[in-house]
T-cell receptor, first 115, second 111 residues
């Protein structure tokens, strides 16, 4: 029973390039959440998706960031024209029910470094 | 927006000691969860609480959902070196459908 799978685990990009982070939720989970963690800080909510729908994107920067969770395939967090401040660990979590009523299971994260 | 205040920020204790950490908020939550994160890894769920006043144990860990629904605490008894890590509380609100995380408590255990 595979857990939440994220890839790549580590990604290095130069300023101005694009970063694509992928997340496959646990089997049977249709709710996906993306969180960002800066060094020595807690997890900051970015976006909540449920198959093909964005439920809450209140934590997403207005520009350059987008997320999707298609009917088939993994959820994708896309960062266009990356800047140094985007360097962080990005965690995906999934749950069987809404996050406030169900338990979130996290992947091991994707660590983005922007040079 | 909703915020959780987690304390203490860090703790350095002797092996065998008991540990207590807590989370408070000005907002009401309908679920409280406690996670542990090891360096370079994702958070792992330790305990989930769903009812105000609920007291739940998982081995040496005990957590309670505050009666006001605005706070929770986590106790670790007889700490061991592998308890080292960052502990996060998280609150779930039915208004938002998502979890909000505290800033974390870094625990170090001296053998």
């Amino acid at each position: 029973n595979a857990g939440v799978m994220q890839n790549p685990r580590h990604l290095v990009r130069r300023r101005g390039q694009e970063a694509r982070l992928r997340c496959s939720p646990m089997k049977g989970h249709s709710h996906v959440y993306w969180y960002r963690q800066l060094p020595e800080e807690g997890l900051k909510f970015m976006v909540y998706l449920q198959k093909e729908n964005i439920i809450d994107e209140s934590g997403m920067p207005k520009e350059r960031f987008s997320a999707e969770f298609p009917k088939e395939g993994p959820s994708i967090l896309r960062i266009q024209q990356v800047v140094r401040g985007d360097s962080a660990a990005y965690f995906c979590a999934s749950s069987q029910a809404r996050g406030d009523t169900g338990e979130l299971f996290f992947g091991e994260g994707s660590r983005l470094t922007v040079l | 927006g909703q915020q959780l205040n987690q304390s203490p920020q860090s703790m350095f204790i002797q092996e065998g000691e008991d540990v207590s950490m807590n989370c408070t908020s000005s907002s009401i939550f309908n679920t409280w969860l406690w996670y542990k994160q090891d360096p370079g890894e994702g958070p792992v769920l330790l305990i989930a609480l769903y009812k105000a006043g609920e007291l739940t144990s998982n081995g040496r860990l005990t957590a309670q959902f505050g009666i006001t629904r605005k706070d929770s605490f986590l106790n670790i008894s007889a700490s061991i070196p592998s308890d080292v890590g960052i502990y996060f509380c998280a609150g779930g609100s039915s208004n938002t459908g998502k979890l909000i995380f505290g800033q974390g408590t870094t625990l170090q255990v001296k053998p």
